[in-house]
């Protein structure tokens, strides 16, 4: 049996290296992009592999990255989830480490202080765009509304998160999403 070919892992790395940089908020922000080009371009996965690999990695204890590999690893197997790993985390991780350091160096400039506070919105937009990209991928309405109902008790009240996993997994399970 042979691997996938090495023009797939270079593509997989080259496109999770650029993505990398724009993973403001982590790498959750990105995944419209990411099913975009897997999905919809590449053809590389499913609608369900996909909306099944993120939920997978989610539940999952651990870093909030896991669905990388993961999606690599379906789209090419072990070679897939290293090139998607090493491809999203080597870009950012650099940068990150770099512009922490420089940042807190400077933490009293009122220029750091104002980018910090513009990022904010930017990284909420995008994490908004993957909740919708993941409640809706069917055109179905129950998990739009299962979405804004969660959102909804954690923004006003304070109700342990758990427990709305919790009751979204027996919903799941009763069938309703």
Same mark, same amino acid.
């Given at each position: 049996?042979?691997?996938?070919?090495?023009?797939?892992?270079?593509?997989?790395?080259?496109?999770?290296l650029l993505l990398s940089l724009?993973?403001?908020?982590?790498?959750?922000?990105? /995944? #419209?992009?990411?099913? *975009? $080009?897997?999905?919809?371009?590449?053809?590389?996965?499913?609608?369900?592999?996909?909306a099944s690999a993120i939920a997978i990695?989610?539940?999952?204890?651990? #870093?909030?990255?896991?669905f990388v590999p993961l999606l690599g690893f379906q789209a090419a197997g072990l070679a897939g989830a290293v090139a998607t790993l090493v491809g999203i985390? @080597? #870009?950012?991780?650099?940068?990150?480490? @770099?512009?922490t350091r420089w940042g807190h160096a400077?933490?009293?400039w009122r220029a750091v202080r104002a980018f910090k506070t513009g990022m /904010? #919105?930017?990284?909420?937009? @995008?994490?908004?765009a993957t909740? $919708?990209?993941l409640a809706a991928p069917w055109g179905e309405w129950r998990p739009l509304l299962l979405t804004a /109902?969660?959102?909804?008790?954690? $923004? *006003?009240? *304070? =109700?342990? =998160?758990? $427990?709305?996993i919790g009751a979204g997994a027996a919903l799941g399970m009763a069938g309703w999403v």
């Amino acid at each position: 049996m042979s691997g996938p070919e090495a023009s797939t892992l270079l593509s997989l790395f080259g496109h999770f290296l650029l993505l990398s940089l724009l993973s403001i908020g982590g790498a959750i922000t990105v /995944a #419209p992009d990411m099913h *975009r $080009w897997m999905v919809a371009e590449q053809h590389m996965l499913t609608d369900p592999q996909f909306a099944s690999a993120i939920a997978i990695a989610q539940a999952a204890p651990g #870093p909030n990255v896991l669905f990388v590999p993961l999606l690599g690893f379906q789209a090419a197997g072990l070679a897939g989830a290293v090139a998607t790993l090493v491809g999203i985390m @080597l #870009p950012s991780a650099t940068l990150a480490l @770099l512009a922490t350091r420089w940042g807190h160096a400077r933490q009293d400039w009122r220029a750091v202080r104002a980018f910090k506070t513009g990022m /904010a #919105p930017i990284t909420l937009a @995008l994490i908004a765009a993957t909740g $919708w990209l993941l409640a809706a991928p069917w055109g179905e309405w129950r998990p739009l509304l299962l979405t804004a /109902a969660a959102a909804l008790l954690v $923004w *006003r009240t *304070r =109700l342990h =998160l758990l $427990w709305l996993i919790g009751a979204g997994a027996a919903l799941g399970m009763a069938g309703w999403v």
